[in-house]
């Protein structure tokens, strides 16, 4: 095991004790103003409620050379693709519409300088955009980068991840794939479509979930009855929201087998997967209050936390 980053990984466990805890949350789920919540905030971080943009960066400094480190940032990246492919078809400047922190160059996005992408987003973003040229349908094409990013995600995490991130992306994967074979089969999309949206994992096989997307849901959600993703699939019938927090939790339940590692990225990963939830928590809970939400209803929503 290499002490290359303990020095990282001291300072991540210093700034934990700034994460919010569920003390923390109750007050904030309490608070009767946009205001009060802001000043609940600052009291319990200072100036220490930084942006997950901010951490990454000061992670990233810590370990510049870390290939895995940037596998986390896939997501974004995707994402940027289909904002610039977007802003394209409807004539409007992608800027606002990218999301920070990422390891692209987006001017390369933004002017379809495809040919400097890296390596693992490149041809994605070749056939994305004679895709969304050669038909004009968007859902198709997003749905097509998203299984792309995951598909990238695997493939990273298999050459130069570590046992961890290998089982961070098996689990962003099923999750998505579980989302989106439900989401098709319901919309009774054709088999073109899931072959291109759906993307596929060890452990669940995407030919078998295409099979059973094809049909009513009712088949989907039997064939995954005799998987390890049972409750998940039980939860998306019963409520997409709880769907998407059991995911949220399942990956940080995972982040938590990092925590007491004193060296190597994994403290790192799971410190900023920590930031992502917590980020994540403090817009349910704004979201909810400008909209009138009662109180339970926020507290069903709170992702797991870190600390």
Not at 8 to 19: D, G, I, Q, R, S
Not at 129 to 136: E, F
Not at 193 to 217: V, Y
Request: proline fraction near 3%.
């Amino acid at each position: 095991m290499t002490t290359k980053y303990a020095n990282a990984v001291a300072a991540v466990k210093a700034m934990e004790n700034t994460l919010l805890t569920w003390n923390d949350l109750e007050q904030l789920i309490n608070a009767q103003s946009r205001a009060e919540i802001n000043s609940l905030v600052m009291a319990k971080k200072g100036e220490e409620n930084i942006s997950t943009e901010a951490v990454w960066e000061m992670i990233h400094d810590y370990a510049p050379d870390s290939k895995e480190l940037e596998i986390l940032l896939y997501k974004n990246d995707f994402h940027n693709l289909k904002a610039s492919l977007k802003a394209m078809i409807s004539g409007k400047p992608p800027e606002k519409y990218y999301i920070r922190p990422t390891n692209l160059n987006l001017h390369h996005l933004t002017e379809k300088e495809y040919d400097s992408l890296p390596d693992y987003i490149r041809n994605t973003a070749y056939e994305a955009y004679d895709l969304i040229v050669g038909t004009s349908d968007g859902q198709l094409v997003d749905s097509f980068i998203d299984s792309e990013a995951l598909l990238a995600i695997q493939k990273s995490s298999e050459s130069f991840g570590g046992d961890f991130m290998r089982k961070y992306a098996e689990l962003l994967t099923v999750c998505a794939d579980i989302k989106t074979a439900y989401r098709c089969s319901k919309m009774r999309k054709q088999k073109s479509f899931l072959e291109r949206a759906i993307c596929g994992s060890s452990e669940l096989d995407k030919e078998s979930l295409i099979r059973e997307s094809l049909n009513e849901p009712e088949s989907l959600l039997n064939f995954l009855e005799d998987s390890s993703y049972s409750e998940a699939a039980r939860l998306l019938n019963e409520s997409p929201a709880q769907f998407e927090k059991w995911c949220d939790d399942a990956i940080m339940e995972l982040a938590e087998t990092a925590r007491m590692k004193s060296f190597g990225t994994e403290p790192l990963i799971a410190y900023y997967i920590a930031t992502e939830a917590e980020q994540k928590n403090l817009r349910i809970i704004t979201v909810c209050h400008e909209f009138g939400a009662d109180r339970e209803t926020i507290t069903e929503r709170m992702r797991k936390l870190y600390v």
